[in-house]
Each structure stands twice: as C-alpha cells, then as structure tokens.
C-alpha cells in the first residue's frame, strides 16, 4: 500500500484530527486547572482529581457503572453467541431474514424509543426501577451487537469443518465445544468489547429507566451537567479517557493476536453502529 | 467374491425447493474397492457422498452399511471418514491434534493416541510436522493430512470429495499415485468424487458417470472410455467426435453419405444412431486414401501431440491427434477401423445397452 | 441431531426478541392510543397531526437531522478519502474510532466550556478581531456539536466501503482514460454508495431525537421530537402522548430505512 494521498488532502485530515481531539484535550487539560471552570486556564493542580477520589457517591456510581457494563456484556455475550448460532443454523433463507431484521430493530432505533417503550414495558410488569432494571435493559441492546459480530465469524466458516467434526466421531456437544466456539472466539471477544463499550456509552435508555435509586455515570454527568460547570466532571473525563485507551489497547491486543493466528479484521469492518 | 460394504437403494433427494438432486440411485460398494463418482458440477455426485457421510438426510430411498439400515444414524455414529474438498482441518488445532481429533473424541488411551497418529501421519509421509500449525503447511501437506486425520479412526469406507481439485496439476498427478497406492495399502473402500475425468480413469476400479441426478453409467475405465453410452458420457469421458448416423444393419453403419463396416451389433435395421471416434484413433492420410476428406482449420501444439481441428463438408467439426504436423487449409483425408468406431442408439437405458452389448460381444 | 440444539440455541434468543423487541414497540403503539386518563382514543394523534407545535417540532427535528448529516458527509467523505489512501491507514482509522469510545455526555460537556462566553472558541475569534459571541444554546451549536458526535460513526461506513473497492477499479477508469475528478465522481463515489448510505442510516435516525444535547447545548430552546418524548414520559407523565410521537419517530425511522437500504449482502459473498 503506497502514501498515495496528496498535500492538500494530508492538510485537511489533519484539520478534520484537529477538531476531532481538541475538545477531549480541552476536557482533559481542565482537570488539571487550579480554578473552577472551563475558561482561563489557573496553574497545573490535581486537587479535582483529590476531590474526585473522595467523593463516595460518585464512587459508588462508578461501581455501579462498571458493574451493570460487566454483567450485562456477560449476559448479552451468551444470548447474543447464542442467536448467532439460530440464525447461522436457520434452515430457510427468510427465517434467517426475518430474524436478522428483528435483530437489526434495537441496533436502528433511536434511543428515546428504546428508553420510552422500556420502560412503558418495565411498568406493565410491574418491575421496580432501579438496578434489575438497567441490568435488563442493557442486556437487550448490547444482544443485538453481539450477534451482529459473532455471525460473520460463523458464516465464513465453511461448513465441512463442523462436518469433518461430526465425521471423526465427535458429538454435535463436543463438535460445539472443541471446534465452533474456538473457531468462533475472536467474534466473540469482539462483541463482548462492543457491548461493554455500548453499556459505558449508554445515557438515553438508562436515563429512561433508571428510576430515583440507581444511577450510572452518564446519568450523573448528565445531572451535573445541566447545573454547570464542575471540574470534577473534568477529572472524572480524565479518568474515563485513560480506562477507555486501556480497553481499546486490551481489546486490539486480543484482536491482533487473533489477526495473527487467522488473519481476519472484525472491529472496524462493524465498529460503525 | 468380496463383500458388499456400502449400498443404496432406490435413493432420492428433494430439496423444498422442489430440486431434485438424486433420482433413482441404487447401486453397492464392495470391500477394498476404488470407485468414483464423476460427473459435473451440480449432477449430485457430492449430494451421494453427503448422504452416506450422513451430512445431509435422503428424502426416500435406503442407505445400508455393512448390510444395515443408516439413514437415520447421525455422521458421528457412522463407520466411515471423509476426506473434504477443502481439507477442513481445524485451525486452531496443529497437525497432531486434528489427526487425533476422532481418536480424542472417542476417548482413546493416551499411548494409543501416539502410535495411531504416528502411523497416520507415516502413512502420508508427513510423521515430522505432527507440532506444525496448519497455517504453516502448503496446500499438499494440508491434503496429506486431512487424509492422514480421516484414515486414523481406521474406517471401511473412506469418501473424498474432490480432494485434489486445489492443488496445481503436477501434484495432483502424484497424489493421483499415492492414493491409489494408499487405498491398496490400507485395503478399504474408497468412495472417490471428481469432476475430473483424467483423474477418474486413472485411479478407479470402477466409475458412476453422473448427470443431473442420475447415474448414466458404470463400469471400469477402458469400459467406459471405449463404449460410452450415450453422447453425454462420450464428450464428457475423453474428447470426441460424435456424427449423427444410421445403423444400416448389423455391422454396418452410414453416415455423411458413405457406409462403413463396424464393431457393433443388435440395433433395428436403418435405427438412428451416433457414432463417436476418439481422435487420436483416426490418421490422417492422402486425401485420395482417405474413407473421408476434411479441411484443416486450425492446429496446436500440445507437447506429445499435435490437435488438428477440421471440418468436413457437411461441417462437422473433426478433432484429431496426430504426431505429426499438417497444414493449415490444406484438403486431407481420413481413415479409421471398425474397431475405431462405437455406435451409441439415442436413449438406451443402462440395463439395455449392457444386454445388447453381451448378446454379440462374446 | 442438530435439531435439538437448535432449539437450545433459539430459545434464549427469541424470549429476547419477544421480550425486548417485539413488546416494547407493540406496546408503544398501545399506549399512543390512550390519553392521560387511560381512556382509549385517538385524540393523541388527532392532537399531533393539527397542532403547528408538534408539526413545527417534526419539521424542526428533521431539518436538524438533515443538515447535522450534510454537515456529516460534507466533512466525512474526503476524510475517508484520504485516510483510505494513506500507508498506515489502519492506525489512523483507530484514531478516528477512538473519540467514539468516549462517553457522549463527556463530550457534549466539554463543548459546554469550549461555546461559553470566555471559552475557547470566543479567545479564537478576539484573536482574530471578532467579538465574542453567545453560542452555548443556539441552534447553530447544536447543529455543531452533533455533527462533531456523528462524525466518527458516517467516515467508518464510508472508508469501509472505499477499502473494499479494488484498486484494479481505479486503475482501470485511469486506463480509460477518466480523470482523477472523473474516477471519482463516476467509479468511486457511486462504488461508495453503500457505505454513504448506511452512515446516513446511522446519523440521521439518531440525530432526529439527541435529547441530552439539545438539552445541554441547545438549551430548552431547540425542541426536537426526541426532548419531546423524554418531556412526555419523564414530566408531564403524559405517555400516551409521548408514545404518538414516538410512533411517528419509528416511522420516520422505517421510512429512512427503507429510503437507504441497499443489498448489502452482496459485500458478505465476494
């Protein structure tokens, strides 16, 4: 692959790079102001980041956050590999178009939508909002991600090998075990990232959900928010961007080791959503 | 006479979208014998080996393996091992464990995984790449060892599904060798499918022709070269020239105006026939001697031949192998025995064409 | 044999679609048809269709969405462009995913700083001689921040579909005597048609109802149908209202669906 790009195209991106991280640099570097908004900066201090560390309420949110992210990609990883596996195994061409298509509803629709008739359907069970509710809710749209990563992994893989497994004697259990998941893993681990990023990123299906109790990061940032600005927002930024990098660094690490081993590229064929 | 080791009877195939894909397909495997199933693309011949295999289920009909009923016995229950088009080793297992694979899953004993394998692997020449990745094999090693992988749970019947189709042409003609001498080594049936006539005549004892479903004819190679059935099996078998022709009586054909003495017999007098002359039978001579006179259009060097294409003055097109050049445009003539000439009626069944053959052949 | 698995595999995922699929928007459609006293009707709609409120809101929402896109594809196209084009594309195209694994809400705040009235933007334009502006709560900032949100999610589709093009492609068009502005506009652009369609999918639909940002950069001013729903559901209690608009939001959402769907499968075989 040759450097074919020109001057004036190599300028323009860098502009485009430019607006597209000066915000998160503004962000960043303010939570490390001495003053107490986003203007002037004051002198290098840490004491947001003190003030952050000591505030137990966002603490706690911050559990909780990483709580409803971990379980709810668990949970939604299963399900998820699971529908991949129906839809690859429909027998008719439709049956696996009317499944995708519903599969695609959550994926489309706006997140009001979501959060709205989530909870108009949280309500008509009678389930109290709080905790259960948002681990349910983030379990149902992260599904339809993980499926979609999963499934292309099953599809390339050519059908002669779950044949060849089942030929040597293997039963259709140690044929899933030992041959398909395996096989199957990298989609897998993609779709677990995907979901655990689609949970962190979540305001709008949370905020609808959420009830008075329970509350997630973006929910309280949002809340903040809208009462001005609080340089702890800032810190907690800094904070999110490092686990953030951290995430994305595990998950190419995981990803290239796999490229390595298959030489196959997932993430940013689907990182679109 | 050896036994029957694999037989089907009266089997079809339907798919719901009203395709047919196997008609009528009855026909038994003996022990320790190399058959082939040929034809092309789409005629069914992978649909038969699927369903022996068990990968996909018959829609009526009976398969029988060592005289009982299969059809509802899961692939992983069935005695047999496939070799696949391609390979299907798993990738993230290296050569030593896709070998053992059917042994591992069958809860075999350590040492016994060791030898088995070692033997396997020996068999295909590979015994030094057991802790090899299968990325890291060329595309011939990967064919040894899906061989190697399918032969270790010492199965009596092996299928493969076009399995040199991937390699380039001078290893498929040595690994047309090795499984030969393979399949005589270990003595169990092999269940060869190709589209690949070459490859057929080569390593068979016996050959199904294939077309659309059906089984067109059986019989050994030079059977099958020599007295082709009907026009399908004749141009697909080798090349040919096919003129349309009449069967004046027993031993006498016409065709494009002339009557000529030939080597076969049963047929209704003035019937309607084919008659197929290969091309490396026919000789060119002057045109004066020749029992017909073509125009040489075009000729190309083929290494070990010359391919002359000519044309008569009906238009036929006449292919011929000759050893030596001729020249472009000039009038030659041709010349060919009795023996050269094999007469096919249109639509005679297999059943048919084997008892008329018998009747005058002795 | 692979029967019974099946089923194993199915039923988690369909009590899934039943459930959190199929449910939630039967229910939506149930609840648009009753008023805020239970009562079944169709006043909800009947409301929303003669109201100019709700109709200049629709408008509103979609003009919006529409020019946050433009914006989107007028910045995005040569940015995919360019990147597809560069030797080490791969990192550079990790660069621009990497904003999007930032929280939205962290985003749209910092832009609450960068819009004020003695933040950056504003430093910018006294250094260039232009007086400070009120930004933080115009409709032209909303526009902005979105279309800075969105971004990342059209340029991803777009280099998809350019890497996938074949550079044979290119070459021939050249061969052929095009123009490099030929091969663009006559084989890269219509080959890119895929791709510029399904970020259209992803950006518009979701910027027709961004209700955090037009709560936090567009104040209470820019009402849109999304800040509408939330208004409905999460205030005023008013479901069955708040269900109508969102009905209408589903079938605008269909409609662009349909408008820009393409057989992608073509892209899964070759």
New interface residues.
């Given amino acids: 692959m040759n450097d074919k790009a020109s001057r004036t195209g190599k300028i323009y991106i860098t502009i485009v790079f430019l607006l597209l991280y000066i915000p998160i640099v503004y962000l960043i570097l303010y939570s490390f102001s001495k003053g107490t908004t986003m203007t002037n900066f004051q002198g290098f201090s840490l004491k947001h980041y003190g003030e952050l560390f000591n505030d137990k309420r966002m603490l706690a949110i911050f559990l909780n956050t990483i709580l409803i992210a971990l379980l709810s990609s668990v949970c939604s990883t299963i399900i998820g590999t699971m529908g991949a596996l129906a839809v690859h195994n429909a027998k008719r061409r439709h049956e696996r178009e009317t499944l995708l298509s519903l599969n695609s509803i959550l994926l489309v629709s706006p997140d009001v939508i979501i959060g709205a008739s989530f909870l108009i359907f949280f309500t008509a069970l009678k389930l109290p909002l709080g905790f259960w509710s948002v681990l349910l809710s983030h379990i149902a749209f992260e599904i339809p991600i993980v499926l979609l990563l999963v499934l292309p992994r099953l599809d390339e893989m050519s059908p002669s090998m779950t044949n060849a497994a089942m030929d040597l004697g293997a039963s259709p259990a140690q044929t899933l075990s030992k041959i398909i998941l395996p096989y199957i893993q990298p989609g897998i681990i993609a779709g677990f990232f995907m979901a655990i990023t689609y949970s962190l990123d979540d305001f709008a299906v949370t905020f609808f959900v959420t009830g008075n109790g329970f509350t997630t990061l973006s929910v309280e940032i949002y809340s903040r928010a809208r009462q001005g600005i609080s340089l702890e927002i800032n810190a907690l930024a800094g904070i999110m961007f490092i686990f953030s990098l951290i995430l994305v660094g595990v998950y190419y690490w995981i990803e290239t080791r796999n490229t390595a081993t298959t030489g196959k590229k997932s993430i940013v064929e689907v990182g679109d959503r | 006479m050896s036994k029957t080791i694999v037989e089907l009877k009266n089997v079809y195939k339907k798919y719901d979208d009203g395709f047919t894909a196997l008609k009528n397909i009855s026909f038994k495997l003996q022990e320790g014998e190399f058959y082939t199933l040929l034809g092309p693309s789409g005629c069914g011949k992978t649909t038969i080996l699927q369903s022996i295999a068990g990968f996909t289920e018959v829609t009526s009909g009976q398969v029988l393996f060592d005289g009982k009923k299969i059809n509802d016995i899961p692939a992983n229950k069935r005695q047999l091992n496939t070799v696949f088009q391609d390979y299907a080793l798993f990738p993230n297992m290296n050569v030593f464990d896709n070998v053992a694979f059917g042994l591992v899953v069958h809860n075999a004993k350590k040492d016994e995984i060791k030898t088995r394998v070692h033997d396997a692997l020996k068999m295909v020449q590979l015994e030094q790449y057991a802790n090899r990745e299968i990325s890291e094999l060329s595309g011939g090693q990967q064919q040894r060892i899906a061989i190697a992988r399918a032969i270790v749970n010492r199965p009596k019947v092996l299928l493969l599904d076009e399995p040199l189709s991937a390699l380039d042409a001078k290893l498929r003609k040595d690994m047309q060798y090795e499984l030969r001498e393979l399949q005589q080594n270990l003595g169990i049936t092999f269940l060869f499918v190709t589209h690949d006539q070459e490859e057929a005549l080569a390593m068979s004892d016996e050959i199904f022709v294939m077309n659309k479903g059906e089984i067109l004819q059986n019989g050994s190679p030079v059977d099958i070269y020599d007295e082709p059935i009907n026009h399908f099996v004749a141009d697909f078998i080798g090349e040919s020239n096919i003129i349309p022709g009449k069967m004046v009586a027993d031993y006498q054909v016409a065709f494009l105006g002339h009557q000529f003495e030939c080597a076969d017999a049963g047929m209704r007098p003035n019937e309607p026939v084919e008659v197929v002359i290969r091309p490396e039978d026919l000789v060119i001579t002057t045109p004066e001697q020749g029992k017909l006179q073509v125009k040489v259009d075009t000729q190309l060097f083929r290494g070990d031949y010359y391919e002359i294409l000519a044309y008569d003055k009906a238009g036929n097109e006449w292919l011929i192998h000759s050893t030596n050049a001729s020249t472009d445009d000039a009038i030659v003539g041709l010349t060919f025995g009795p023996n050269d000439m094999h007469i096919m009626r249109y639509n005679e069944t297999e059943a048919k064409f084997n008892h008329r053959l018998e009747s005058y052949e002795d | ?2 029967r ?3 089923g ?3 039923t ?3 009590l ?2 039943a ?7 039967a ?2 459609i149930y ?1 648009s048809f009753f008023n805020i006293h239970h009562h079944f009707t169709f006043a909800n709609y009947q409301e929303f269709f003669s109201s100019g409120t709700y109709l200049t809101m629709t408008a509103n929402s979609v003009l919006y969405a529409f020019l946050i896109t433009l914006f989107a594809i007028l ?1 995005s196209y ?2 995919a ?3 597809s ?3 080490h ?2 990192l ?23 819009l ?1 009235h ?3 933007v504003n430093d910018l334009f006294q250094f260039f001689g232009i007086p400070a502006q009120h930004m933080l709560f115009t409709d032209a900032s909303f526009i902005l921040v979105a279309a ?1 949100i969105q ?3 059209m340029i ?2 777009i ?2 579909s350019l890497t996938d093009i074949s550079d044979s492609y290119i070459r021939a068009s050249r061969d052929l005597g095009a123009t490099k502005w030929q091969t663009l506009t006559k084989v890269i652009i219509p080959m890119t048609m895929p791709g510029i369609k ?2 259209i ?2 950006v518009f ?2 910027s ?2 961004l ?2 940002l037009s ?2 950069i567009g104040g209470n001013k820019v009402i849109t149908l ?1 800040t509408a ?2 208004e409905h ?2 205030t005023t209690m008013n ?1 069955g209202m ?2 109508t608009i ?1 009905v209408v ?2 079938i605008s ?1 269909v409609i662009v ?1 349909l408008l820009t769907n393409t057989k992608r499968k073509r892209r ?1 075989t070759s």
């Fill in positions: 044999m692979k019974n698995y099946r194993l595999f199915f988690p995922y369909v899934w679609l459930m959190f699929v199929i449910a939630p928007v229910l939506i609840y910045i040569p940015m462009l360019v990147i084009k560069l030797k594309r791969d550079w195209i990790l660069l621009v995913i990497l904003p999007t694994w930032i929280n939205l809400l962290l985003k749209a705040y910092a832009f609450i700083g960068l004020s003695d933040g950056l800075y971004i990342p999610f991803l589709p280099y998809n399904s970020g999918q992803i639909i979701p027709l109802s209700f955090m709560r936090l999304g729903v939330e559901f999460l479901w708040g269900s969102g939001l589903i959402m669906m899964r």
